[in-house]
């Protein structure tokens, strides 16, 4: 009984107690308020994406990152940090502006030079100052201006220094901080000679100094002229992360060429060899406040070769977005009469890329002096109008719509018709016209002599062609089956205007083998019909005479690898050439040397357009964003943070 009343008696203390405490607290404890539910916020969806690539990147290095699938994928990466637009201008992406000469955030100085000096002559070449040495002299920057050096004379040349400043807060992936010493040693990297990349930035480079954590600036080897400040500032690498190892491991590390770090909208997060690439949205990215990018994931997925009719089915299954790197000719050409029913639309973007008709004007036996009447090839294309028949002769709207599914763009120029150093050229025409093309050959001097349509036309007084040589000519092309057809229309077209083609099929391994064995190096063909990468660019030294290969000049020419094959040679053309070469700060003067060029070829024609590779991209109807930047047509994934589904 004690034990209980002992307990009893706590029970009571407590009681007590309880009831001693205010009146609302008890009334807390006799009737309790009810407990509140936790509120769960409804999960946001995760948002993905997949572009298919018709093949694997080998690296994603920017070093040795050189393919289309590579720089697509790198898009992703790294948000430019200078993007390059069709029209040719500078956009700054994490630069706060582009140097210019208004603010003095670029300037020229004047500096002396003497014999022997490094400097860079008007062309931007890398050389030792001597007498006969073109350069610009202080104060100079345009070509009307520039000098050759006499030997003698007290020389000033002009020294430019430009200051590129980032946007503050910029973070690598990993939160670290991302500075102009980032810029430094992407540079040294590119400076080193294990780094597989073109020296020619680096050799007009005087020095690349750090100002502060977000200023470098730049100073050019004494005598560079120039405004395009875009070459002249080094993407950043993180130093942090690799600056462990040298410029040659850096070729091999995994986790460089496999996840590189950038400072853009994705970072990747698995790469399954063979597959995929799969990239996270980057929390760091600079525009992450603007809600940027609009897609948490996007995954690179690899094709493999598919047929043209099995595409459409890939896509719908596994594809948002089809890269061009998957779309070849007969893809695109199938594509356009198939794709209005289903849901994906056929995104063209500006070509790149021209179907050519290359004629041997000058082979190489020319070079120990032209003696037709030994082992030389006739003349034969040596007077213009003879190239310009042949132009007529080419029904290359037949070839478009009974071989290409009308799914090319013709024109004659090697640029597309869009482009902006076309505004204003008067090309010249050539229209399937084979009765001009007759009455051209006939102005040569080439006649029918039998009357017979049958059988080729005869030199009969065309200037450096022997009497009665028959016009008979080889095609070179490589074993694809669409080229053969091509070549067949050809031949059938020159044929019906007197001339006789025989078409000859090589392995590609053959017809581009350097000269002077190569064929096409070796400038040892009449015809071949090749595909030709232009960028959608015009470079004029490719047709200079100076790019002829020979002997001489180890059959590389001076700067292209021998692009001038074709052995075409004017002198108006080359001193245009050297003026657009040396333009400085002249850009007006440039640009028209460019714009008469491309009226001079497509007068003089050392080639013939057969027409410009469409480039495409198959885009899911549901995708947004895409192809949105108007002026960004030739890379259409520059804008990859804005892609997203509706």
């Known amino acids: ?161 430009a200051t590129f400043e980032l946007l503050g807060g910029l973070k690598w992936p990993d939160g670290q901080p991302l500075t102009a010493s980032d810029s430094l040693y992407a540079f040294v990297v590119a400076s080193d000679p294990a780094t597989p990349i073109n020296k020619r930035v680096i050799d007009q480079t005087d020095s690349y100094t750090v100002v502060s954590d977000t200023v470098v600036t730049w100073v050019g080897k004494p005598g560079l002229v120039t405004d395009a400040f875009e070459q002249y500032f080094w993407a950043p690498m993180p130093e942090h992360v690799w600056g462990g190892y040298s410029a040659a491991e850096l070729l091999d590390v995994d986790e460089v060429n496999r996840s590189p770090l950038g400072w853009g909208a994705y970072v990747v997060d698995e790469w399954q060899p063979g597959t995929f690439i799969r990239l996270h949205k980057n929390p760091y990215y600079f525009h992450a406040d603007e809600g940027l990018p609009l897609t948490d994931i996007i995954t690179f997925e690899f094709l493999a070769n598919l047929e043209p009719d099995t595409i459409l089915q890939v896509a719908e299954a596994e594809c948002d977005i089809v890269s061009s790197t998957a779309l070849d000719l007969q893809d695109i050409i199938y594509l356009t009469e198939h794709v209005q029913n289903s849901n994906f639309s056929l995104e ?113 007084g065309v200037k450096n062609v022997p009497q009665w040589t028959v016009f008979e000519v080889s095609l070179l092309i490589s ?94 053309y080359d001193e245009n050439c050297l003026i657009s070469q040396q333009s400085g700060l002249d850009h007006t003067a440039g640009f028209q040397a460019d714009q008469e060029n491309l009226q001079l070829i497509s007068q003089s024609l050392p080639f013939i357009s057969i027409y410009h590779h469409l480039k495409a991209v198959l885009v899911k109807n549901e995708i947004e964003g895409f192809l949105e930047i108007d002026t960004n047509k030739d890379d259409p994934f520059t804008h990859i943070e804005i892609f997203n589904r509706n």
């Open 348 to 460: 063209t973007i500006q070509p790149t890329e021209v179907e050519m008709l290359a004629i041997g004007i000058t082979p190489s036996s020319y070079d120990d002096n032209y003696y037709p009447y030994g082992g030389d090839r006739p003349d034969i294309f040596g007077d213009a109008r003879t190239r310009q028949a042949i132009a007529h002769c080419i029904d290359r709207d037949t070839i478009n719509n009974k071989l290409l599914g009308g799914a090319v763009e013709i024109a004659d120029s090697l640029l597309g018709a869009g482009h902006y150093l076309l505004d204003g050229v008067a090309l010249t025409a050539y229209p399937y016209d084979p009765t001009l093309g007759i009455s051209l050959l006939e102005q040569v001097g080439w006649r029918d002599l039998d009357l017979n349509p049958d059988t080729p036309i005869i030199a009969s």
């Open 479 to 572: 074993e694809s089956p669409l080229r053969g057809e091509i070549a067949s229309e050809i031949a059938t077209g020159l044929a019906n205007c007197g001339i006789k083609v025989n078409i000859s099929q090589l392995p590609a391994s053959e017809l581009y083998l350097p000269g002077p064995d190569g064929p096409i190096f070796g400038r040892q063909f009449d015809l071949a019909l090749l595909s030709w990468q232009t960028g959608g660019s015009f470079d004029c030294g490719l047709f200079t005479i100076s790019e002829i290969p020979t002997d001489a000049n180890y059959w590389v020419g001076e700067k292209t690898g021998g692009a001038n094959y074709y052995g075409f040679s004017n002198s108006t």
């Open 1 to 161: 009984m004690k034990k209980y009343k002992q307990i009893s008696v706590i029970l009571l203390a407590a009681l007590v107690g309880i009831f001693s405490v205010s009146g609302c607290n008890l009334m807390k404890l006799l009737d309790p308020e009810p407990t509140a539910t936790p509120v769960i916020p409804t999960p946001i969806p995760v948002t993905e994406l997949t572009i298919c690539l018709g093949y694997e990147p080998r690296s994603l290095y920017p070093y040795q990152a050189s393919s289309q699938a590579a720089q697509e994928v790198l898009q992703a990466i790294y948000d430019g940090p200078i993007d390059i637009l069709s029209s040719g201008q500078t956009e700054p992406v994490i630069l706060e502006k582009m140097p210019e000469f208004s603010d003095n955030t670029a300037f020229f100085t004047p500096v002396s030079v003497s014999e022997g000096d490094q400097v860079i002559n008007t062309q931007g070449d890398l050389v030792a100052l001597k007498p006969g040495t073109r350069v610009f002299p202080g104060g100079c920057t345009s070509p009307t201006c520039a000098v050759a050096w006499d030997g003698t004379s007290d020389l000033q040349v002009n020294q430019l220094t």
